[in-house]
């Protein structure tokens, strides 16, 4: 149980467009969603919580403009890279909070590269 | 906020040998500690967690140990094996959070066979 999906797994764009990444809990439902960016060799930071129903809290630093998130479902949220630039370039991951309460389980992570 | 501080960044050891990752946290409120294993372009996994009412818990090969009073907690892999080499992860949350979870710089456990 406590399966998170992912998609795409990867995706290459062209700078100044906008990429969409899925993020489902498949045999559970998530009222909170979290979404993370992960450079190399580094650690998760996270950029925004994701509530179902409700707008999602962004962390200091990361612009709810450029990453818009949409969770619509109890068991969907979207992050949305709006005019990716080069920079952009990095693994993005989801979790959600399994049914017990406390625990996170993470998606498979979507590797985003802007030319 | 919450600050998790993660040593050693990189650890080698020989196989069989045991490894012992330990990490700091500065919220005394933080109530639930996890540790994630992740392997080289995959998601992080869930292998073990504590919460705060417990001192240690064990699972096979793996046991995490918690102090309070100092608020530093650790990771402990008996008879390490070539598979146990990957990033290792600490994190804390409190219940007041919103379980956001805050996670330690990460550990590069390399087990030489």
């Known amino acids: 149980g406590a399966v998170v999906s992912q998609h795409p797994s990867r995706v290459i764009c062209k700078s100044g467009t906008s990429v969409k990444i899925e993020c489902r809990s498949l045999?559970?439902?998530?009222?909170?969603m979290f979404w993370y960016r992960q450079f190399p060799k580094q650690s998760l930071m996270l950029m925004a919580t994701?509530?179902?129903?409700?707008?999602?809290?962004?962390e200091q630093g990361v612009e709810k403009d450029k990453f818009l998130i949409n969770h619509a479902s109890l068991t969907l949220s979207t992050l949305t890279v709006t005019s990716a630039h080069p920079e952009d370039s990095s693994f993005y991951i989801c979790?959600?909070?399994?049914?017990?309460?406390?625990?996170?389980?993470f998606g498979p992570g979507t590797r985003l590269t802007v030319t | 906020g919450e600050n998790v501080e993660q040593h050693p960044s990189t650890l080698s050891v020989q196989e069989g040998d045991s490894a012992v990752i330990k990490c700091t946290y500065s919220?005394?409120?933080?109530?639930?500690f996890p540790w994630y294993k992740q392997e080289l372009g995959k998601r992080p996994q869930l292998i073990i967690d504590?919460?705060?009412?417990?001192g240690e818990k064990k699972d096979q090969r793996i046991a995490v140990t918690l102090n309070k009073t100092a608020k530093h907690f650790s990771l402990h892999i008996t008879e390490t094996q070539p598979e146990d080499s990957a990033v290792y992860f600490c994190?804390?949350?409190?219940?007041?959070?919103?379980?956001?979870?805050?996670f330690g710089g990460g550990t590069r456990l390399m087990v030489k066979p």
């Open positions: 979790s959600a909070r399994g049914p017990g309460g406390d625990e996170q389980y």
């Open positions: 045999d559970f439902q998530a009222t909170t």
């Open positions: 994701s509530n179902e129903g409700s707008k999602a809290t962004y």
């Open positions: 919220d005394s409120a933080s109530n639930y």
């Open positions: 504590i919460r705060s009412n417990v």
């Open positions: 994190a804390a949350t409190t219940n007041n959070a919103g379980n956001m979870l805050t």
